[in-house]
């Protein structure tokens, strides 16, 4: 099992900035791909973006290229997401999951899920 905790939503205002972090604990001595998924009111959940176990391949939403970059400490247990030039349409909850192995594309392939936090965009 891995156990994960999201920290750092808010409101803020368009054009701001976040850094969401989820923190890992449990079996985190094997590897394992995280991702950051969002759902908005009303949408289904997607997929924001996601990271391997090294850090060196990447995936964004095209929605989000330029203006998000995830990042992980492994030696923390912690993945991080860092949102710039915020919109209203990034208005959503945010979860942190993970799946054992390498990156996965898809949200039933994601075995662990944080509890998600709230990010909230004024115009």
């Known amino acids: 099992q891995v156990h994960l905790v999201e920290s750092g939503g808010g409101l803020v205002q368009a054009g701001g900035s976040l850094r969401l972090s989820c923190v890992a604990s449990g079996r985190t001595r094997n590897e394992y791909a995280m991702a950051w998924f969002r759902q908005a009111p009303g949408k289904e959940r997607e997929l924001v973006s996601a990271?391997?176990?090294?850090?060196?391949?990447?995936y964004y939403h095209y929605s989000v290229k330029g203006r998000f970059t995830i990042s992980r400490a492994n030696a923390a247990n912690t993945v991080y997401l860092q949102m710039n030039k915020l919109e209203p349409e990034d208005t959503a909850v945010y979860y942190c999951?993970?799946?054992?192995?390498?990156?996965?594309?898809?949200?039933?392939?994601?075995?662990?899920w944080g509890q998600g936090t709230q990010v909230t965009v004024s115009s």
């Open positions: 990271v391997t176990w090294s850090g060196a391949s990447t």
């Open positions: 999951a993970a799946a054992f192995g390498g990156m996965k594309a898809q949200q039933f392939e994601y075995e662990f």
